[in-house]
């Protein structure tokens, strides 16, 4: 594969990565930008024979986490996520909602092992890497951020439930 | 039923690594006996799963995404400076030897050594031998018609900053002191409507080396590191960023290479 569509395809990766983070199409291509910009600056850095998509990925992964205003961002225009399931299908919308929404809780640490994995680009490895930390330490917030997650969302389903039941009581 | 049947999943690897696919067969059995008997762990990795499947859902829609133009051109832009990247770990890196070694055909028609190559090689074995330096000569002289300026060793920063606001970018000096050599002027010639600095170095030994350094503009870049032997001569020639280089000397092409690496340092 030539460096172009390496490079390409590597980008298109970022963006999926980017809206997952983001949560807003606007904000997503804006962090992409950015990260393409300091990857341009840090070009002189990278060791030509090295995989390019850890590099790429923990350039954003840096300007992700050093840029308060994104998480601002993504906080406000949560309501904005493209809608990618099929319409007819509310129940699954519904769940997007709920576990995207519980995954915004997470701390980052938690929240980026989950989202990398979710890609099913790199191996364990690659995305300890991307995120520079042990592959030990990797795998353990991964594991406790999909429990947290879990347990969100049950929390969630709960309320929704007890909300329901009140609902019909008082009918 | 163990203790030990009952981890936390959460801290579990290879219950992870089995949610994602990403367990060897043989472990995949023994974590799918575990799961048999174990209804919090399998419900745990339905979950894992079922939260992943939405995830990339929710990612795979940055697909559907208009192309971003300010994204597609800095894609680009990094794409170019990788490149060029790469030209120079191959200068410098380990594979500097194997690079070396792939000579391949000097283009004509880029700069004044082509003149020289094309005109030369026309006459050899034609005319008796000593027809061959006159016209060599010749082609000299009407080379030195292109020249704008030279300056001498001992003016080597007037002349790079002269150089410099002539090519309209800034123009180092070639680092070849370093192995011995010394410059000995430098010159602006003008080669197909191109401005050419000319560097010229001798060593104690006598041995001449030329470089040379021009603009590249639209031009496509040289990829890697490339050589030709003409008259006697070997030549190696390269682009790196806005600019197309080449050195000339009487060596070895590790020699070359050398001389070459010391150029873009």
Redesign the interface.
């Known amino acids: 594969m030539s460096?172009?569509s390496e490079?390409?395809s590597h980008?298109?990766s970022l963006?999926?990565?980017?809206?997952?983070l983001t949560r807003d199409?606007v904000a997503?291509?804006d962090l992409?930008?950015e990260t393409?910009?300091k990857?341009?600056a840090k070009?002189?850095t990278?060791?030509?024979?090295t995989d390019?998509r850890p590099w790429l990925f923990r350039i954003l992964h840096n300007t992700h986490i050093s840029d308060l205003r994104r998480a601002r961002t993504r906080a406000d225009a949560a309501p904005d996520?493209?809608?990618?399931?099929a319409r007819d299908c509310q129940h699954?919308q519904l769940?997007?909602k709920q576990?995207?929404g519980a995954?915004d809780q997470l701390p980052e640490a938690q929240r980026m092992p989950?989202?990398l994995?979710?890609?099913?680009e790199m191996?364990?490895a690659e995305a300890a890497r991307t995120l520079d930390v042990p592959l030990g330490t990797f795998?353990?917030r991964?594991?406790?951020g999909?429990?947290a997650?879990?347990g969100i969302?049950r929390g969630v389903k709960r309320g929704e439930l007890s909300l329901l039941k009140r609902k019909e009581g008082g009918e | 039923m163990t203790q030990s049947d009952h981890r936390d999943p959460a801290l579990d690897p290879d219950l992870i690594a089995y949610a994602d696919g990403a367990l060897e067969p043989e472990r995949m059995a023994e974590v799918e006996a575990r799961l048999a008997h174990d209804p919090a762990a399998r419900e745990a990795v339905a979950q894992w799963r079922h939260f992943d499947n939405l995830i990339n859902t929710a990612a795979r829609a940055g697909d559907a995404q208009p192309t971003n133009l300010r994204i597609a051109a800095l894609e680009r832009e990094l794409a170019t400076r990788l490149q060029r990247r790469r030209m120079r770990a191959a200068l410098f890196g380990p594979g500097l030897r194997r690079l070396a070694a792939s000579v391949v055909i000097f283009a004509a028609g880029w700069g004044a050594h082509s003149v020289y190559e094309t005109q030369t090689k026309r006459v050899a074995g034609t005319y008796p031998g000593f027809i061959q330096p006159t016209l060599s000569g010749h082609y000299a002289y009407l080379h030195s018609a292109h020249q704008r300026a030279e300056f001498s060793g001992d003016r080597m920063p007037e002349a790079l900053d002269w150089l410099s606001e002539q090519m309209q970018m800034r123009i180092e000096s070639p680092k070849l002191e370093r192995l011995g050599y010394e410059v000995q002027s430098a010159r602006l010639v003008m080669a197909g409507g191109q401005p050419l600095a000319v560097f010229y170095y001798r060593n104690a030994d006598g041995e001449q080396v030329t470089v040379s350094m021009t603009p590249r503009h639209e031009a496509p870049p040289v990829q890697g590191l490339r050589m030709a032997d003409f008259e006697g001569e070997r030549v190696a020639y390269w682009s790196s960023g806005p600019l197309h280089y080449a050195v000339v000397a009487r060596t070895s092409a590790a020699g070359l290479t050398s001389l070459a690496a010391a150029v873009e340092d």
């Open positions: 460096l172009k490079l390409h980008v298109a963006r999926r990565y980017a809206l997952v199409p997503a291509d992409v930008q393409l910009v990857a341009i070009a002189d990278f060791q030509p024979g390019l996520l493209p809608e990618p399931i699954t769940e997007l576990v995207l995954l989950i989202i994995v979710a890609l099913r191996s364990y795998m353990s991964l594991g406790r999909r429990e997650l879990r969302v």
